[in-house]
């Protein structure tokens, strides 16, 4: 099976890389380049026309939606349990990828990308306050959901790789996110982890190698 993950620094394709890095799969990375616009590009658009990353090939067949490429990822590799085995538990992990995903993320657009949310001359410094407002809530539920514990469930699932990117990325914004300091230790000890750091090194090179061209 030839595994292709498209991916882009910063962005939250970073999840599936830290997760097939978990699960010992063999894959290959397509970097994008999002700041030139490659996921526009008609070659990327033939395999994802929603102009996104991540997009995984499966032997060249694109699964899409940061959700479902992680699911198929635990699925595939059931041995590393990256999702609860118990059906209410799964359930549980998934609710909290779907808050991370349906939540969380858009907050970090609207941060990131304030002209997707009002185009009104000298709107955007209000909507990215709006943003970080909601953001820091809901940092602030998760931290709760982490009180006392290493993982959000008993050990490291699916669910701790989403939204350790999503308080990675949130961090980078302005807004006092050192104030969660349940979010914060699950950050610091996520970038204990192996994956994390054989995804943070490659990450390194490939801004290095943005920045040179």
Not at 23 to 40: D, Q, R, S, Y
Not at 193 to 210: D, G, M, W
Request: charged residues 20%; proline residues 5%.
């Amino acid at each position: 099976m030839k595994l292709t993950l498209a991916y882009c620094p910063v962005a939250c394709s970073m999840v599936p890389y830290i997760l097939l890095t978990e699960a010992k799969a063999e894959f290959e990375t397509m970097v994008i380049n999002l700041g030139k616009a490659e996921h526009l590009s008609e070659k990327y658009l033939a395999l994802n026309p929603k102009g996104k990353v991540p997009t995984l090939l499966i032997d060249g067949q694109a699964l899409t939606e940061n959700i479902a490429i992680q699911v198929w990822i635990a699925q595939q590799f059931p041995s590393f349990e990256l999702m609860p085995k118990e059906p209410l538990k799964f359930a549980q992990a998934l609710s909290v990828m779907s808050w991370c995903s349906s939540a969380i993320h858009p907050k970090l657009t609207q941060q990131a990308r304030p002209e997707r949310y009002c185009d009104l001359p000298e709107s955007a410094e209000s909507v990215q306050n709006l943003g970080s407002h909601s953001m820091l809530e809901l940092f602030a539920i998760a931290d709760n959901m982490l009180e006392g514990r290493q993982h959000f469930f008993d050990h490291f699932t699916c669910v701790d790789a989403y939204f350790y990117w999503c308080f990675k990325r949130g961090s980078m914004f302005k807004g006092d996110t050192l104030i969660f300091k349940n979010c914060q230790r699950h950050l610091q000890l996520m970038e204990q982890r192996p994956s994390v750091q054989k995804l943070l090194a490659f990450e390194k090179e490939v801004q290095k190698t943005f920045a040179a061209n």
